[in-house]
């Protein structure tokens, strides 16, 4: 196979697989009545200044289903972060006794839901123009090597693999944002 194009399937292949993982941890951050560290891991937080992630400056974790516990290494940052949950309007109240903060998460009415598993759907059709962008890319780099002297059949080979490809990438999003929309509407 020609250099060139096989790493234009390469990378094809690559920007698929980074729209699946961009999926997973955009799904993770929807809320769904129950409480996960993965809503607020990414938080930036401001750190003396700096932007920094809120799981480099204090440990998260999860009291019971629908508690979260954010433990700051330092006091000082108890106000940044309260401030950084606020910011980040993730529809819940930060509270603050002056040694950890609690967040407890809210039961969704029937209307939430519904808005969350609309905003999964949406994350999802996100990812499938990712994937349908490097399936046209990885069509025209086939197309660019036939016009340069790779075999038409071999090229037409490659267009059904790249299809294939394509193909069980959206089936993988498509079960991963049923999947979400299936625990979010979980009472």
């Not at 094809?12 to 699946?20: D, F, G, H, T």
């Not at 990414?42 to 954010?70: C, E, F, H």
């Not at 949950?85 to 939430?112: K, Q, S």
């Not at 002297?149 to 037409?156: C, H, N, Q, R």
Request: zero cysteines; hydrophobic letters at 35%; a negative charge.
């Amino acid at each position: 196979m020609d250099e060139e194009l096989e790493m234009s399937l390469e990378i094809a292949q690559e920007n698929m697989s980074e729209a699946i993982e961009r999926l997973k941890r955009e799904l993770l951050r929807i809320n769904t009545g129950k409480a996960s560290p993965a809503m607020v891991s990414d938080l930036m937080v401001d750190y003396y200044g700096s932007p920094t992630p809120l799981k480099q400056v204090a440990n998260v974790g999860k009291s019971d289903a629908r508690t979260l516990t954010i433990q700051p290494w330092e006091k000082a940052m108890l106000a940044p972060i309260e401030r950084s949950i606020f910011e980040a309007n993730l529809g819940v109240t930060p509270m603050n006794d002056g040694e950890l903060i609690r967040i407890i998460i809210p039961p969704l009415t029937e209307e939430r839901r519904k808005m969350l598993g609309k905003r999964a759907k949406g994350v999802g059709e996100e990812a499938k123009v990712s994937v349908r962008n490097a399936r046209r890319d990885g069509m025209e780099a086939i197309k660019k090597a036939v016009k340069n002297g790779y075999p038409e059949d071999s090229g037409k080979k490659e267009e059904e693999n790249v299809q294939e490809m394509t193909n069980k990438f959206s089936k993988n999003i498509d079960a991963l944002v049923a999947a979400k929309d299936k625990d979010i509407m979980t009472v």
